[in-house]
């Protein structure tokens, strides 16, 4: 099958590539800026911003004659500090490049159309940007799917991490637990819903080549619940190293807050995230369950993708010293 995918040198891009190539596909990949490409004859590959980059050539340098028959949107504005300065940013990349995509997969009469969504677009922040500027771009897949007679799928996955995650949060919180003391506020006892990449990669191969979830909305995250304690003991021994989790009563939370928006206020650390922190001891599962048939498609367990993504760190701390 021919696939045109975005986001093809990000993260999550990056980890599905490979497995796109390994199920036989032939695939355009558009990305920023690749730091390493596949040597592989059934991939192609275009740098740029989706929006600049020149349709014709793009289509003229395909490594197959066929058009590509589904469309896998992944590029996205993430793991940037919402603010009135970079609130543009999120709205070119998930919104304006959303619709610049779907006009080519019209163009292309490509049959499925997979857009990476977000589960933030559940909360009810309203002044969440990032979950704003997602759920624009679902509507506009819906809209315009319906009206184009597209198949779509859309995802709504939790955190994601994984190996070669070099901007997500849990590469800080390995980072931070590797520095030897930790706060766990609600004593950790709170829940936070994960993905490790490669049960995504595996969810978004079966959905290429089946129909059965064809014009759903699925949430995805890690088929085993953890709270934010267990992660951290995951991860510390994995780390080979002492860590001191400190427990933290919940009542402290909203007195941080209360300073950080006053330290705000006089000029003082405006790129934190008064929400983030508030969130520091809630749970995380949006309180939605995902489906038994999409969790049976998940090879990894919770502890085997913190242990795949921490030896990936420490690989990675290794070169760095070497």
């Not at 190293?241 to 000029?267: D, E, F, H, S, Y």
């Not at 001891?281 to 990894?300: A, H, N, T, W």
Request: glycine share 6%; net charge neutral.
């Amino acid at each position: 099958m021919n696939i045109l995918l975005t986001g093809a040198s990000g993260f999550i891009g990056g980890n599905l590539l490979p497995g796109l190539l390994a199920d036989g596909h032939h695939v355009l990949a558009l990305g920023r800026r690749f730091k390493a490409k596949i040597v592989d004859e059934k991939v192609s590959y275009f740098e740029g911003d989706l929006t600049d980059l020149d349709h014709d050539d793009l289509l003229r340098g395909c490594c197959c004659e066929d058009l590509p028959e589904v469309f896998i949107h992944v590029a996205g504005q993430a793991h940037l500090a919402q603010t009135e300065q970079t609130k543009m940013l999120f709205e070119k990349n998930n919104i304006v490049v959303t619709e610049t995509a779907l006009k080519l997969a019209a163009r292309l009469t490509v049959k499925k159309f997979i857009l990476l969504s977000s589960v933030s677009v559940l909360n009810d922040d309203e002044h969440d940007v990032y979950a704003s500027t997602k759920r624009a771009a679902e509507k506009k897949v819906l809209d315009f799917c319906h009206a184009n007679g597209m198949d779509y799928v859309i995802l709504r996955p939790v955190v994601v991490y994984g190996e070669a995650d070099e901007k997500g949060n849990m590469l800080k919180l390995i980072r931070q637990l590797d520095q030897g003391i930790f706060p766990l506020f609600h004593h950790g006892q709170n829940i936070k819903d994960i993905l490790y990449v490669q049960n995504l990669v595996a969810v978004i191969c079966a959905i290429v080549q089946q129909k059965q979830w064809d014009n759903q909305t699925l949430l995805l995250k890690d088929p085993q619940q953890v709270c934010l304690k267990d992660i951290c003991e995951k991860i510390v021994g994995k780390l080979g190293r002492k860590c001191w989790l400190i427990p933290i009563p919940g009542n402290v939370i909203p007195l941080l807050a209360w300073c950080l928006t006053l330290l705000q206020r006089i000029g003082f650390l405006r790129n934190y995230n008064v929400a983030s922190v508030k969130r520091l001891g809630s749970d995380v599962d949006f309180g939605q369950e995902m489906r038994d048939d999409i969790k049976s498609l998940m090879p990894y367990s919770t502890r085997q993708g913190l242990e795949n993504t921490v030896q990936w760190y420490l690989k990675k701390r290794h070169e760095q010293l070497a």
